[in-house]
């Protein structure tokens, strides 16, 4: 039997994490997977090294990375001050999909969230997406709120 493993990332990961975000539809578009990785890349990896409430984490099946997501640690006044976990830039690849690791991915993510503290665990899922909003569902997850969004600066501004 072939072992999972979940880890932290590393920079040397980043080539294979943006392929893994360009690896469906929405982030074809959106991600650039050329190689050295876009400096903005790099940029935002380091920012979220360093901080101790945010893990980028990536899954290993036989020295592959075959998944990745990141987790936010985020602190709050409301309900008596509870922590949450935030769940974003989930992927499995896509020969890997369908057949149990996203759920034993978000298992381990969920564990991660209450080993922190975090009482509540959330996630935000594009709308045009239905296949990952079943799969959250079947996880227990709710859509019990509306998230919006608001673009301050877009990919390419005209000049």
Not at 44 to 57: G, H, K, S, V, Y
Not at 93 to 104: I, M, N, P
Not at 106 to 116: D, K, Y
Not at 129 to 147: D, N, Q, T, V, W
Request: aromatic share 6%.
């Amino acid at each position: 039997m072939t072992s999972i493993l979940y880890r932290r990332a590393t920079e040397a990961d980043l080539p294979a994490i943006v392929s893994l975000l360009a690896d469906d539809p929405l982030g074809t578009s959106r991600e650039d997977v050329s190689f050295p990785p876009n400096r903005k890349y790099v940029k935002a990896f380091t920012a979220i090294n360093r901080d101790p409430n945010q893990l980028l984490a990536v899954v290993e099946l036989e020295k592959e990375i075959i998944g990745c997501l990141q987790l936010s640690f985020i602190p709050g006044l409301s309900r008596l001050g509870m922590w949450r976990g935030q769940i974003e830039s989930v992927r499995i690849a896509t020969g890997h999909r369908r057949d149990g690791l996203g759920r034993k991915m978000f298992n381990w993510a969920i564990e991660q969230c209450r080993e922190q503290g975090c009482e509540l665990v959330q996630l935000n899922t594009d709308k045009s997406r239905p296949e990952a909003i079943r799969f959250y569902e079947k996880l227990g997850f709710k859509a019990s709120h509306e998230g919006m969004k608001l673009v301050l600066m877009e990919k390419n501004p005209s000049p």
